[in-house]
């Protein structure tokens, strides 16, 4: 019986030979800055859907499935509704994300071929260069370990732990 397992084998550094990175999906990028602030489609339908309607918890229940609908990807790559245009333009009032970046991965999803560089995102936190992390007044920076991640989520991993054994003075 074995009480660690061998960390996964690390691949090749930035060798200049790695494929092109799979471009994040634009739903995806929307879904982890929204769990980034901790917020789920009903928190951002009440805070969109002004409580004194008449109509309001209709709106709520209909925003909260148009959000669920972006987000799963279903819709990108066809053309967005002026609604749904709208809606992440409202978005933006509610949580940190970029809708520049948001936006730019619709055209790539909508036109995988085309040269539009990919932004960095990290795969944990959606966090970019312009959108990073904001913990306790603290920035990040890609992690050097898995340069998918930035700073605070390979912190939060738990495999950093693994890898502070063997540490000693
Ligand atoms: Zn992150
Ligand atoms: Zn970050």
Redesign the pocket.
């Known amino acids: 019986m074995t009480d660690s397992t061998p960390p996964p084998p690390m691949p090749p550094g930035a060798s200049g030979a790695s494929p092109a990175p799979q471009a994040m999906r634009p739903g995806t990028y929307l879904r982890l800055r929204r769990e980034?602030a901790g917020l789920t489609h009903r928190h951002i339908a009440i805070v969109l859907v002004p409580a004194g309607r008449a109509d309001a918890a209709e709106l709520r229940a209909s925003m909260s499935r148009r959000l669920r609908l972006i987000e799963s990807d279903d819709q990108a790559g066809s053309n967005p509704s002026p609604r749904d245009l709208d809606l992440v333009d409202q978005l933006g009032s509610v949580f940190a994300f970029s809708a520049a970046i948001y936006w730019l991965l619709v055209g790539i999803a909508a036109d995988p071929e085309s040269e539009i560089p990919v932004p960095q995102i990290?795969r944990?936190?959606g966090?970019?260069w312009s959108d990073?992390?904001n913990?306790r007044g603290r920035?990040?920076?890609w992690s050097a370990e898995d340069p998918s991640?930035?700073?605070?989520?390979a912190d939060k991993a738990p495999a950093n732990d693994l890898a502070e054994a063997g540490h000693a003075a």
Do not use: I, K, S, V
């Not at 991640?149 to 989520?153: A, N």
């Open positions: 980034a990290c944990g936190c966090c970019t990073p992390c913990e920035g990040c920076a991640l930035c700073t605070t989520c």
